[in-house]
């Protein structure tokens, strides 16, 4: 079964609205990072969120992980263009360890 | 944020013909690189931890013959595929864990397009 369960799968939304990609995890995370990526393009680390609660924003992004690390949610205020692309949540369960990836959100953002 | 380089960005091969990628950290020493796989529209998914100094490990149903990885410093690993065929065609990407406090963050290459003909 899937660890890392990311939705939704796609979204458009239109400039200016806000939005919320959710991460959920099957098991206690050591950590969750947050990436951007434009298709065929590397990821752009976005944040890495570890304690219980943990809320961390960059720009017009806010991220936050539940108390139980188990659930992340990313949300982006007055979306823009420059928003658009993929983003995926990567599950750290041990610390130091590869990451686990959800399959991913391809957000548009139309005018 | 910390720099991972990758090279060749890009790269067209024959079949039959080995393909090595190059992944670098540039401002950080990484004692541990890892190595992905990425089909179009889909996610990541890891192919082998590289240590510095040591073996690889490979996840399950990649092959270590074809898939080639040396971590040779601390700043660099590598992944050569060897005679490469169509279907290994694919984005390849490297990560890097950079010590912070008290955790490790991971940054990620730019990634590799290889295309066998």
């Known amino acids: 079964s899937q660890e890392l369960e990311q939705s939704p799968q796609s979204l458009i939304v239109q400039e200016g609205k806000n939005l919320t990609i959710n991460c959920t995890s099957s098991?206690?995370?050591?950590?969750l990072y947050w990436y951007k990526q434009k298709y065929g393009e590397g990821l752009i680390f976005l944040m890495m969120?570890?304690?219980?609660?943990e809320e961390k924003s960059h720009e017009k992004i806010t991220a936050k992980l539940d108390e139980k690390k188990q659930q992340s949610s990313l949300h982006i205020t007055a979306s823009q263009p420059s928003h658009a692309g993929i983003y995926l949540c990567g599950a750290d369960f041990f610390g130091h360890t590869p990451l686990v990836f959800g399959k991913g959100t391809r957000l548009s953002v139309i005018a | 944020g910390a720099v991972v380089s990758q090279h060749p960005s890009r790269v067209i091969c024959k079949s039959g013909t080995s393909v090595k990628i190059e992944c670098r950290s540039l401002?950080?020493?990484?004692?541990?690189m890892f190595w992905y796989r990425q089909f179009p529209k889909q996610s990541l998914m890891l192919m082998a931890t590289?240590?510095?100094?040591?073996?690889?490990?490979?996840e399950q149903g990649v092959e270590k013959d074809k898939f080639l990885i040396n971590h040779a410093s601390l700043t660099l690993s590598t992944l050569t595929v060897t005679s490469a065929h169509p279907e290994d065609s694919s984005f390849y990407i490297c990560?890097?864990?950079?010590?912070?406090?008290?955790?490790?963050?991971?940054?990620f290459g730019p990634g590799t397009r290889l295309t066998v003909t």
């Open positions: 098991k206690t995370l050591y950590g």
């Open positions: 990560s890097a864990n950079k010590p912070g406090r008290g955790h490790y963050e991971q940054y």
């Open positions: 969120l570890q304690k219980g609660g």
């Open positions: 590289s240590n510095e100094g040591s073996k690889a490990t490979y």
């Open positions: 401002d950080f020493q990484a004692t541990t």
